[in-house]
């Protein structure tokens, strides 16, 4: 059990892998990191995946299982400082809403499903903490379901990329028979091949000063290193080759014995040789090293606000808006009246000024008009196809999909019907932030600036009901009257209640 001492604290990073689990626990002393324990424990969460893509129960159990333990070493630990993402297998089952339901029963701390990229993001922030940072560095992260591969320079990725191939799903497509043969191996070799063909010219031509590799995988095939003479543990091609001509004389995958390797990542040891073999050959690596630090780290890192160097979702906010052309001016006129609002109503609505739902009403706020950049008819639609397909470093998959779908909603008629599903978010919640930027955005339909402190928003027991102060100034906007009350009428086709204490003017809108 950890416990907070004064002037200290204590953070977790937890990350539910395809192969395994890992937890990290450090202590916040001053400007340091001090790593109090790690807990690692192999679940093999993907290879309970059937061909639908659905996680059967016995894999679920093992996740399970293994939180529940976790769960012990987190009692006494702030929910504010224990961040728990999830991998490629909860990214592609179908089920994963079953999963997390049940999790949420033996852990009490919200589970982000993170997008591939945004992994690639953080496992590079977890080893440019722990490398010298004047170096342009790979970073290869091989996985049980997937690999990422990013080039940045100090703290700051600058390509980033995510693919389906690791080494779990490739033992299930490519060694099922348990035969270490050539024909396998070259299988998964060309299907690695296959998949990095169309990044590896923009990779090359980037360049790199050094390359690096972390995670379960890389560390395995580093022991072979070492188990096969080589002092350094450095893994080049060449030993790469040797390293497949020695796992071939085992001739069958149960058989392989190799010093320092535990018996439960042999099973998978093959087809990680074979992926990590096709990246060192398609963009040609001289050397790969092998660092400590991964994706838990990286989350870690991020835990704790004063290890992190820039604000990365502000960043991302500003490249979007920049790429698509947004009105800066008229997303922050919707930004600052959403604000406005909250600080009237979010107590009552269980929405705190600097809560992390707040905080992406505001990201929404800023990026809802980025679907003009298609056309202008059904933008909210475009805006939510963008922001859900769009790589967005900083935010999880629910974040991103929250993100969208208040661009969705924020506008036109209320098609509640289509309101997607969310994990970490309840549906009232979602409801009223849509509410919020609906109002935001109707109030600032003209494009000019306005004093939000004119307005008033309330919630009474008949329902919402928006207040101006000066009802002689609004009577000039017959516009902007005629608005509001359009957007009572789509209010009203759902069933939401909405009130103005300006119910006179309405009689010269139509």
């Not at 395809?18 to 993907?46: P, W």
């Not at 990365?312 to 906010?317: F, G, L, N, S, W």
């Amino acid at each position: 059990m950890q416990t907070d001492q004064p002037g200290e604290k204590n953070i977790a990073a937890i990350d539910l892998g395809s192969n395994s689990f890992h937890m990290v626990v450090a202590k916040v002393v001053g400007q340091d990191l001090q790593i109090v324990s790690r807990h690692k424990q192999r679940v093999k969460l993907a290879s309970g995946l059937d061909s639908q893509n659905n996680l059967n129960n016995a894999a679920m159990q093992r996740g399970l299982d293994c939180l529940q333990m976790f769960a012990e070493r987190l009692e006494g630990i702030d929910a504010e400082n224990v961040r728990i993402v999830a991998t490629h297998t909860l990214r592609v089952a179908k089920n994963a809403r079953i999963f997390l339901e049940r999790a949420r029963n033996v852990l009490p701390y919200p589970i982000e499903i993170i997008p591939g990229e945004e992994e690639a993001r953080l496992i590079y922030t977890g080893v440019a903490h722990t490398q010298p940072v004047s170096k342009t560095k790979l970073v290869i992260d091989i996985g049980g379901g997937s690999t990422e591969m990013i080039i940045g320079t100090g703290f700051e990725p600058k390509l980033v990329n995510s693919k389906q191939m690791g080494c779990v799903s490739y033992a299930k497509r490519y060694f099922s028979d348990d035969k270490l043969s050539n024909k396998n191996f070259t299988k998964a070799y060309l299907a690695a091949r296959s998949e990095l063909e169309s990044l590896t010219k923009q990779y090359q031509a980037h360049g790199w000063e050094l390359a690096l590799g972390s995670s379960g995988t890389v560390k395995a095939i580093h022991l072979c290193m070492l188990a096969l003479g080589y002092e350094d543990g450095i893994i080049t091609q060449k030993r790469l080759k040797k390293l497949v001509q020695h796992l071939m004389e085992f001739k069958k995958v149960d058989k392989i014995a190799i010093k320092g390797i535990l018996e439960q990542r042999l099973s998978v040891l093959a087809p990680g040789v074979a992926i990590l073999q096709a990246i060192m050959s398609g963009l040609n690596i001289k050397e790969l090293h092998f660092s400590p630090s991964a994706l838990r780290e990286g989350v870690m890192y991020e835990v704790e606000s004063r290890f992190a160097h820039s604000d990365i979702r502000m960043r991302t906010a500003e490249n979007l808006a920049a790429r698509h052309h947004i009105d800066v001016e008229q997303a922050n006129r919707v930004k600052l009246f959403s604000s406005h609002f909250i600080k009237q109503i979010g107590k009552e609505l269980k929405l705190g000024k600097n809560s992390e739902v707040t905080k992406l009403l505001n990201w929404a706020a800023l990026l809802h008009e980025v679907g003009l950049s298609i056309n202008y008819t059904g933008y909210h639609r475009h805006s939510f196809y963008l922001l859900q397909n769009t790589n967005m470093p900083g935010f999880n998959s629910e974040q991103k999909k929250l993100i969208a779908t208040l661009a969705r909603f924020h506008r036109k008629t209320l098609k509640l019907a289509e309101l997607p599903d969310f994990s970490l978010y309840t549906e009232e919640q979602v409801l009223n932030l849509i509410k919020i930027l609906r109002l935001s955005v109707t109030l600032n339909v003209s494009r000019n600036d306005s004093d939000p402190g004119l307005w008033k928003l309330c919630i009474t027991d008949s329902g919402w009901k928006l207040k101006h102060k000066d009802l002689e100034q609004l009577e000039q906007n017959r516009l902007l009257i005629t608005d509001l009350d359009q957007e009572r009428n789509y209010w009203g086709s759902v069933e939401w209640p909405l009130e103005f204490n300006f119910e006179h003017l309405m009689e010269y809108s139509d």
